[in-house]
């Protein structure tokens, strides 16, 4: 099984090479393609990246493969690290409007690319932002089942942490999903947290004492006021600012951690990697495994009486062709309300990209 990395010089997708190497999730005998633009630095560092590599893990390196042009990648997963980031300027919000527009044409020219000279088969994973817009490009050409973003998984990995932690317990032992749109739109299912080794009084007192009487209705004001406490705090000390997100519940530490991380200068890119390598792993075991992903529905979630159809984060079945079925529960009346709202702004933010992708905007 090979693995194509695009954008694979740059922050994450640095990382994802390296771990995929690391972690020895690729045997010898399979390839990784390193995935860069012919024009500029990227050219030149892909091809650095790929002697590092080597000089790092020899023993057990799989084959390593350059590729500067869109028509040249050929991989069983596809992994979409490509385009530009985030900007770490403290102080400076995240446009995805901006984001938007810089990368849309970035996933179109490999989606493009990959219905022309790919397998026809190969799974593709989106991790650059918006993750939703990737989405929605990318499986237009490709078909919906085989395009999933990871953004969703990150987070329920963020949130299973931070639950973990507020109870006095590993992460592995507790599970349960955060679903919607990556970033601020997110929507943390209280309702399907569950913790090995509680019965399901014990885990409900557990949750009752970490969450508190809150409900999501009031989840955007709460973030907006975290954000702003962070904001003064940081001013005069980075490191009280990180010490006030660990006196909020498991929700708020979710969303605000992540984005003090960014505020402070710094990037999420080894986190974000590893949960790109988690996808993956799942992808080449030939197995199929719950985890939670931005796919494009049609039909298979109903929200406030209405299908979706659009592309959402919710728990999916994925395996080696991709994912194949939806398994949202039904969901506690305060996260409906929200999923249902998250997925309208979702549609509202990506319909005039894809219509510009299709001329039908003037």
């Known amino acids: 099984m090979d693995v194509a990395v695009l954008g694979a010089t740059g922050d994450v997708g640095r990382q994802v090479c390296t771990q995929l190497v690391e972690r020895r999730v690729l045997p010898p005998t399979s390839r990784l393609q390193l995935v860069g633009r012919p024009d500029g630095r990227s050219g030149r560092a892909t091809h650095g990246l790929a002697v590092d590599l080597v000089d790092a893990y020899d023993e057990h390196a799989p084959l390593l493969d350059v590729a500067l042009d869109p ?3 050929v991989a ?4 979409v690290a490509a385009g530009r980031t985030a900007g770490t300027e403290p102080g400076v919000p995240v446009d995805r409007r901006s984001l938007a527009r810089d990368n849309a ?3 179109t020219d490999y989606a493009d690319a990959l219905a022309r000279h790919g397998s026809g088969r190969e799974v593709v994973i989106v991790v650059s932002n918006p993750v939703e817009l990737g989405v929605a490009i990318m499986q237009r050409a490709l078909g919906r089942h085989r ?4 953004g969703a998984w990150l987070d329920t990995l963020r949130f299973r942490r931070e639950i973990a932690s507020a109870i006095g317990v590993r992460r592995h032992r507790v599970s349960g999903f955060a679903v ?7 929507v943390p299912l209280w309702s399907t947290v569950r913790i090995a080794g509680l ?3 014990e885990r409900r007192s557990a949750v009752a004492r970490v969450r508190g009487d809150r409900t999501l209705d009031s989840y955007d004001d709460e973030i907006a006021a975290a954000k702003t406490a962070l904001s003064r705090t940081a001013v005069d000390d980075i490191g009280a600012a990180f010490s006030l997100v660990d006196t909020w519940p498991p929700d708020i530490r979710l969303a605000a951690r992540p984005w003090m991380t960014q505020q402070s200068g710094a990037k999420t890119a080894a986190g974000t990697a590893s949960a790109t390598i988690d996808l993956i792993e ?3 075991d030939g197995r ?5 992903g931005q796919v494009a529905l049609d039909g298979e979630v109903e929200l406030a009486g209405e299908p979706v159809r659009g592309v959402l984060g919710v728990p999916v079945v994925l395996g080696p062709e991709g994912w194949t079925r939806v398994l949202l529960p039904d969901l506690a009346d305060d996260e409906e309300r929200r999923l249902a709202a998250v997925a309208g702004r979702i549609e509202r933010a990506t319909r005039p990209w894809l219509d510009e992708m299709t001329g039908d905007l003037p």
């Open 180 to 186: 919607g749109q990556h970033g601020d739109d997110l």
């Open 71 to 73: 028509s040249d990648v």
């Open 105 to 107: 044409r970035v996933f």
């Open 199 to 201: 019965d399901v009084g």
């Open 76 to 79: 069983d997963v596809v992994v």
């Open 282 to 284: 799942t992808v080449l």
């Open 288 to 292: 199929d495994i719950v985890v939670a």
């Open 147 to 150: 395009v999933i973003g990871m």
